[in-house]
């Protein structure tokens, strides 16, 4: 079945970084878009990064020039490096594909960025 396993969330300091993996499975990996999404308690989850089967990747501005999303077929994994974190960027990311008319969501990593 498919399945979406998030990993690589975690405590930071301001301007720190991490790395999130997004491991796929379950489908035919390269012939689909991803997207990055995060959650803060009592808003909306929101579109932070995607990237196209071809590797064209698009950012909200929020993150523009801080965060890398990049994809490794072999693997069946999408990363979402992210620099310079800020407070602000505290919240359970997700990664998502579209299968059809199906969104496949992962369980979420948790990424809290201390002041």
């Known amino acids: 079945q498919v399945q979406l396993v998030e990993s690589g969330g975690g405590l930071v300091q301001a301007g720190g970084s991490l790395r999130l993996s997004c491991e796929a499975s379950?489908?035919?990996?390269?012939?689909?878009?991803f997207g990055w999404y995060r959650q803060v308690p009592g808003k909306q989850r929101e579109l932070v990064a995607s990237?196209?089967?071809?590797?064209?990747?698009t950012y909200d501005g929020s993150v523009k020039g801080r965060f890398t999303v990049s994809r490794d077929n072999a693997k069946k994994t999408v990363y979402l490096q992210m620099n310079s974190l800020e407070p602000d960027d505290t919240a359970v990311y997700y990664c998502?594909?579209?299968?059809?008319?199906?969104?496949?969501w992962g369980q979420g990593t948790q990424v809290t960025v201390s002041s």
């Open positions: 379950g489908f035919g990996f390269s012939r689909y878009p």
């Open positions: 998502k594909v579209n299968l059809v008319t199906i969104d496949y």
């Open positions: 990237i196209s089967t071809g590797g064209t990747t």
